[in-house]
């Protein structure tokens, strides 16, 4: 089992920027891929970042592309999603996610666990 709990969120000007942790429970944090996903009010949740697990390979969605880097500390146990030239459509609840495989990271499916969410919300 692994618990996965977000922090970092909060509100910004467009422009501005912050970064998203989150922090996993277990000693085998390194055995698992990391994603971030969000999901905006009335849309569906959609894929953001994701790391491989010892970092070598990080994918990211073309929205946030340049802007957004996904990183990880295995030895805090911790992922991190820095956010820069934030949008008002950025705005969306950000959650962590593990996985133990690595064919589909895109793909929300191929997560085994997730984090609860923190609230990201970005004014013009």
């Known amino acids: 089992q692994v618990q996965l709990v977000e922090s970092g969120g909060g509100l910004v000007q467009a422009g501005g920027s912050l970064r998203l942790s989150c922090a996993a429970s277990?000693?085998?944090?390194?055995?698992?891929?990391m994603g971030w996903f969000r999901q905006a009010p009335g849309k569906e949740r959609e894929f953001v970042a994701a790391?491989?697990?010892?970092?070598?390979?990080?994918l990211y969605a073309d929205s946030v592309k340049g802007r957004f880097t996904i990183t990880r500390d295995n030895a805090k146990n911790t992922v991190y999603l820095q956010m820069n030239s934030l949008k008002p459509e950025d705005t969306a609840i950000y959650y962590c996610?593990?996985?133990?495989?690595?064919?589909?990271?895109?793909?929300?499916?191929?997560?085994?666990?997730w984090g609860q969410g923190t609230q990201v919300t970005v004014s013009s």
């Open positions: 277990g000693r085998t944090f390194s055995s698992y891929a």
């Open positions: 996610a593990a996985a133990l495989r690595w064919s589909s990271p895109l793909e929300g499916h191929e997560y085994d666990y």
């Open positions: 790391i491989s697990w010892r970092g070598g390979t990080t």
